[in-house]
């Protein structure tokens, strides 16, 4: 058996990225590098962007254009046909005060066909429309059959309180796994995208069955969007903060310990790195995402700017004191510096003018909110109680 050159590299960059993406994350704030952010408010061309016309017809797009083409790839929107109907399958664990409707929408594109799950309770007292929260949610269907999680997915609270709320699975549209998550939608309606590389993967999918949701929810008498909000923890707080940037029929946004790829600014590199999430799911963001592996610093975004995205919207990021893998400090810097769009472009009144070291509350005001629970890594009846403060605020 000859000298194989090919094998040798093959094996050398195997090993380097496998080592790489193995070195520890870091937990140290004294070893958190210098960084140098993108400034929001220059365009790619040199313009200075300080008008509302200037923000949303050149720096906003192209912002969002580079996120699309260098962290989470496309979401395709064309289709032939949707369709929704309703199904009865899973029994209805509040029917003194709520009616479930679960919702089979179906896509059609090129002869081909995929159907996702919607399930949607409305409360049976007040008037409809009703405000809705819909959450992504990225947790394996129940095998039991229920629908509804204690705390994660808090729908008797939320009935209580007056509003509607949806959820469907991120895996009936796009599988969580490296291997098989191209059996959804990317197969059957999208499979032009597997060969890009700035197409759509799985977080970009989740992003579409939430815009497919929202198609439901904008011709149902019901639900009033006007008043909509999207939730998503951790990989699906990634998905929300992706699936709302983009549909702006969404009104606020709750992305609950995103953390890497999610709200936290990624040149920090405390905690989950990019070259780690890339490794750990490479099905998770566009395959040019791997270019900045150990490479932060020469993204042409942050994460700040993600968040400046949903001006004048409202955006709420939430981290958990425990769950330092998600680096909730620099979850906070990312909201602190992304809210300067209210102030400088729209002339709102927001800001967070306590350093993360310092807050010990929430900080709910108009249009863009903060909190940092106790606790670890999770999506809790906290988290939601002040979520729902916050649109309180936002929609009365
Ligand atoms: C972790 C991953 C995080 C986060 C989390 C979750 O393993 O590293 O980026 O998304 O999973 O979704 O709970």
Not at 202 to 212: D, E, I, N, Q, Y
Request: hydrophobic share 40%.
């Amino acid at each position: 058996m000859g000298f194989k050159p090919y094998l040798f590299t093959f094996l050398t960059v195997l090993f380097y990225s496998i080592t790489m993406a193995q070195s520890p994350a870091n937990y140290d704030e004294s070893k958190v590098p210098g960084i140098n952010l993108p400034d929001p408010f220059v365009s790619l061309s040199g313009r200075f962007i300080s008008s509302i016309e200037d923000w949303e017809q050149i720096r906003r797009p192209e912002i969002l254009n580079l996120f699309r083409e260098n962290i989470y790839g496309n979401i395709p929107n064309d289709f032939d046909e949707i369709s929704f109907d309703e199904v009865e399958e899973a029994s209805n664990p509040y029917p003194e005060k709520a009616i479930l409707k679960e919702v089979n929408i179906t896509v059609t594109r090129n002869g081909k066909s995929h159907t996702m799950r919607l399930n949607l309770f409305l409360p049976k007292t007040g008037n409809a429309p009703f405000p809705i929260f819909l959450l992504i949610n990225h947790r394996p269907k129940p095998e039991d059959g229920s629908l509804v999680e204690d705390g994660f997915w808090p729908v008797s609270e939320l009935i209580n309180r007056g509003f509607a709320t949806a959820s469907f699975h991120g895996e009936t549209v796009a599988p969580d796994d490296a291997e098989r998550f191209s059996e959804g939608i990317l197969d059957t309606l999208y499979p032009e995208e597997l060969s890009k590389p700035d197409g759509m993967r799985t977080l970009g999918a989740w992003s579409w069955a939430a815009m497919r949701a929202m198609d439901y929810f904008e011709q149902s008498p019901l639900v009033d969007i006007t008043k909509s909000a999207l939730v998503g923890h951790s990989r699906g707080g990634k998905a929300t903060l992706w699936a709302a940037a983009n549909d702006t029929r969404w009104t606020v946004a709750f992305p609950n310990e995103s953390g890497c790829g999610g709200a936290a600014i990624s040149r920090r590199k405390y905690g989950e790195t990019v070259a780690i999430i890339n490794s750990k799911f490479p099905h998770w963001f566009a395959d040019n995402f791997n270019a900045f592996n150990h490479q932060e610093e020469n993204l042409p975004v942050d994460q700040h700017l993600l968040a400046m995205l949903f001006a004048p919207r409202s955006i709420y990021f939430a981290s958990a004191r425990g769950d330092q893998w998600a680096d909730p400090k620099g979850e906070y810097i990312s909201m602190q510096l992304g809210s300067r769009v209210y102030a400088e472009i729209y002339g709102k009144e927001v800001s967070f003018p306590l350093a993360f070291e310092e807050l010990k509350e929430p900080i709910i005001q108009p249009f863009a909110g903060y909190h940092i629970r106790q606790g670890k890594h999770n999506l809790t009846w906290e988290d939601w109680e002040h979520f729902i403060e916050f649109v309180e605020i936002q929609w009365n």
